[in-house]
């Protein structure tokens, strides 16, 4: 495994200041899926008394995008990778700790796979569900990547 949780949330301090500074941490990642949380607290409150949307975005495209450059890396591939679109809604005023995931492992390794052989980019939506601790859905997220494998000069 690339990717550890510690490697990831240690990147955010020096790469993703904001990630780290409003509190969201990676807490697991494996072969299929990311897990992402982060508490409601001051620094990413909104005037309402709940967590910013914003900040939720931030930790439900971190669970989608871990996901993707983990893959990438044992692919032994040099791949790019870029947000297209996205879209969100919210159910519930988000409290507490909340947790993001994005379980679509084997879909990225087809997209990737298909990238390899077709030498042409690909896209793939991955959704990432804000669940408090209630285990109540607070927001769902859903990226549209695009994944080219880089020509080598």
């Known amino acids: 495994m690339f990717l550890t949780p ?3 949330n240690v990147f955010n301090i020096f790469k993703l200041p904001l990630v ?44 989608t995008g871990a996901l993707v450059m983990n893959k990438i890396h044992q692919s032994g591939k040099d791949i790019s990778m870029l947000v297209l679109k996205n879209d969100a809604t919210f159910s519930k005023k988000a409290k507490g700790l909340i947790s993001f ?26 959704n990432s569900k804000g669940i408090n601790s209630q285990n109540i859905e607070v927001s769902n997220f859903n990226f549209q990547w695009t994944l080219k494998v ?4």
């Not at 494996?30 to 931030?58: E, H, R």
């Open 101 to 126: 995931s994005c379980n679509q492992g084997h879909e990225i390794d087809a997209t990737i796979a298909k990238a390899i052989k077709t030498g042409e980019g690909q896209t793939i939506w991955l």
């Open 20 to 63: 780290f500074i409003s509190g969201v941490r990676v807490k697991s990642i494996n072969s299929q899926s990311c897990i992402v949380a982060v508490k409601y607290k001051w620094i990413n409150q909104n005037p309402f008394k709940s967590m910013f949307w914003a900040v939720q975005g931030m930790a439900a495209e971190l669970s």
């Open 6 to 8: 510690k490697k990831i």
């Open 150 to 153: 880089k020509m080598s000069s």
